[in-house]
């Protein structure tokens, strides 16, 4: 079993950056995979990132390419989405996922074991 925790949303504007963390209890974290993903009000929740057991692999959205980047760190359980030069249309609750098959990047919701509560970022414009 493993319990997720998010922190780090808030309120930014435009253009601004924040960095969400996930802690994770479990002596098993460092062999799952990790992803984040977001759901915006009316909307299904879609993918943003993952990263693999051992960070050898990384998948990211079209949508979020280049300005977000996830990191884990196994020693601290916790795994981290930095997000820069926020937009309005990111604004969402962004949930962290863990999947027992720590050696892929998987991109859908099915794939994944467990969630965190999930935390708003609002991007102002």
């Known amino acids: 079993q493993v319990q997720l925790v998010e922190s780090g949303g808030g309120l930014v504007q435009a253009g601004g950056s924040l960095r969400l963390s996930c802690a994770a209890s479990?002596?098993?974290?460092?062999?799952?995979?990790m992803g984040w993903f977001r759901q915006a009000p009316g909307k299904e929740r879609e993918f943003v990132a993952a990263?693999?057991?051992?960070?050898?692999?990384?998948n990211y959205a079209d949508s979020v390419k280049g300005r977000v980047t996830i990191s884990r760190d196994n020693a601290k359980n916790t795994v981290y989405l930095q997000m820069t030069n926020l937009k309005p249309e990111d604004t969402a609750v962004y949930y962290c996922?863990?999947?027992?098959?720590?050696?892929?990047?998987?991109?859908?919701?099915?794939?994944?074991?467990?969630w965190g509560q999930g935390t708003q970022v609002t991007v102002s414009s």
């Open positions: 479990g002596r098993t974290f460092s062999s799952y995979a």
């Open positions: 990263i693999s057991w051992a960070s050898t692999m990384t």
């Open positions: 996922a863990a999947t027992a098959n720590g050696f892929g990047v998987p991109t859908t919701t099915p794939r994944y074991d467990y």
